[in-house]
């Protein structure tokens, strides 16, 4: 049906739809031939299974070949669950700072890493959009950070995230307290789906409901830091929703970029204010203070525990470092049985 679509010649005439459905077909037609290939591989281990006998060397060979197998299948049921409009679609993802001051900030910094390796873990490409940095200190060896906004492409990239959103909790030893105190942080994390053409037009804002402010850039981007006013940040007056960017060098570029960040969410606000209408909200995490979705103690023991699934793991270190795996997919099998 999809196939039919794309061959229509008339279709050509709306270029952004037509690239948008050709696009949906070639990741259909990959599906379908990464199942195919499954399917072999299947028979190919079946039949190599009835050799075995007592050879123990083909025994291990079929053994670790069923667990790569075993695998690439569950890769792919992951795959059924992307349903979504935009879950095919690279994502926005932004990370601010709550209340515990550097630990909050600190907080930020270590977030920001876990994502970016969960990202390289999946070969998506990362760009830093935005980065107001905090304080050099600590026993951390690094700055903090009071917010990051970070753009990802990929397959699947929206998909996959947009279950991360919300509050996530660090309870650890403060590498900021003399006393080796205890301490509690947070940091509030958000996913918005980047607009295709099509949704960024449609979306008319008003320029008398923009307030645009200019700033010297600072962190990742700042090349022309102290020499031009290259950093932007648009605020819609109406909402009070802004959006930064200060990566790009020149001014117009990260004025275009930031209107692109502050559309996405003025597009999901919208969404969900549909949606609320309608009274079919579903329990997604919303980007609030109250909506806590993660734990992740460090002191007095090791445990990473997700609140909705209530999926744990005492490989903290490992969830640090970008293992977020059954974290995602298990919030994913969780939102696709309502």
Same mark, same amino acid.
């Given at each position: 049906?999809?196939?039919?679509?794309?061959?229509?010649?008339?279709?050509?005439?709306?270029?952004?739809?037509?690239?948008? $459905?050709?696009?949906?077909? #070639?990741?259909?037609?990959?599906?379908?031939?990464?199942?195919?290939? @499954?399917?072999?591989?299947?028979?190919?281990?079946?039949?190599?299974?009835?050799?075995?006998?007592?050879? /123990?060397?083909?025994?291990? /060979?079929?053994?670790?070949?069923?667990?790569?197998? !075993? $695998?690439?299948?569950?890769?792919?049921?992951?795959? !059924?669950?992307?349903?979504?409009?935009?879950?095919?679609?690279?994502?926005?993802?932004?990370? %601010?700072?709550?209340?515990?001051?550097?630990?909050?900030?600190?907080?930020?910094?270590?977030?920001?890493?876990?994502?970016?390796? %969960?990202?390289?873990?999946?070969?998506?490409h990362t760009h830093v959009v935005d980065e107001?940095?905090?304080?050099?200190?600590?026993? !951390?060896? *690094?700055?903090?950070?009071?917010?990051?906004?970070?753009?990802?492409? #990929?397959?699947?990239? %929206?998909?996959?995230?947009?279950?991360?959103?919300?509050?996530?909790?660090?309870?650890?030893?403060?590498?900021?307290?003399?006393?080796?105190?205890?301490?509690?942080?947070?940091? @509030?994390?958000?996913?918005?789906?980047?607009?295709?053409?099509?949704?960024?037009?449609?979306?008319?804002?008003?320029?008398?409901?923009?307030?645009?402010?200019l700033s010297r850039a600072s962190g990742p981007?700042?090349?022309?830091?102290?020499?031009?006013?290259?950093?932007?940040?648009?605020?819609?007056?109406?909402?009070?929703?802004?959006?930064?960017?200060?990566?790009?060098?020149?001014?117009?570029?990260?004025?275009?970029?930031?209107?692109?960040?502050?559309?996405?969410? $003025?597009?999901?606000?919208?969404?969900?204010?549909?949606?609320?209408? @309608?009274?079919?909200?579903?329990?997604?995490?919303?980007?609030?203070?109250?909506s806590q979705i993660r734990s992740y103690v460090?002191?007095?023991?090791?445990?990473?525990?997700?609140? *909705? !699934?209530?999926?744990?793991?005492?490989?903290?270190?490992?969830?640090?470092?970008?293992?977020?795996?059954?974290?995602?997919?298990?919030?994913?099998?969780?939102?696709?049985?309502?």
């Amino acid at each position: 049906m999809l196939e039919a679509e794309v061959s229509v010649p008339d279709l050509w005439k709306n270029r952004e739809e037509a690239e948008r $459905l050709n696009k949906e077909l #070639g990741m259909l037609r990959s599906e379908v031939e990464e199942v195919h290939s @499954l399917m072999h591989e299947v028979q190919d281990l079946e039949a190599l299974g009835d050799l075995i006998h007592n050879d /123990e060397a083909l025994a291990h /060979e079929v053994e670790e070949k069923l667990s790569d197998l !075993t $695998l690439r299948v569950a890769h792919v049921e992951q795959q !059924t669950l992307l349903t979504g409009t935009y879950d095919h679609a690279p994502a926005i993802l932004s990370i %601010y700072s709550g209340a515990g001051g550097n630990d909050a900030q600190d907080w930020v910094a270590m977030l920001k890493d876990m994502y970016l390796r %969960y990202s390289a873990r999946n070969k998506w490409h990362t760009h830093v959009v935005d980065e107001t940095l905090g304080e050099y200190g600590g026993k !951390t060896g *690094r700055h903090t950070i009071k917010n990051v906004t970070i753009e990802i492409r #990929g397959t699947n990239v %929206y998909g996959y995230l947009k279950g991360e959103a919300g509050v996530h909790r660090l309870v650890r030893i403060s590498p900021f307290s003399a006393k080796q105190l205890r301490h509690t942080s947070f940091a @509030l994390v958000e996913v918005l789906p980047e607009l295709s053409e099509m949704d960024e037009s449609a979306l008319v804002i008003r320029p008398e409901d923009l307030s645009i402010e200019l700033s010297r850039a600072s962190g990742p981007g700042g090349q022309n830091v102290n020499k031009r006013e290259t950093a932007v940040r648009i605020v819609h007056i109406p909402t009070g929703i802004a959006a930064s960017s200060q990566a790009e060098r020149s001014q117009p570029q990260n004025k275009e970029r930031a209107m692109k960040i502050l559309k996405a969410k $003025l597009y999901q606000r919208m969404m969900q204010a549909r949606v609320e209408e @309608l009274g079919a909200l579903h329990s997604h995490a919303k980007p609030e203070w109250g909506s806590q979705i993660r734990s992740y103690v460090l002191h007095p023991y090791q445990l990473v525990k997700d609140h *909705r !699934t209530n999926v744990e793991s005492s490989r903290v270190d490992e969830v640090l470092a970008g293992n977020l795996d059954l974290f995602i997919e298990a919030e994913m099998n969780l939102e696709s049985r309502k």
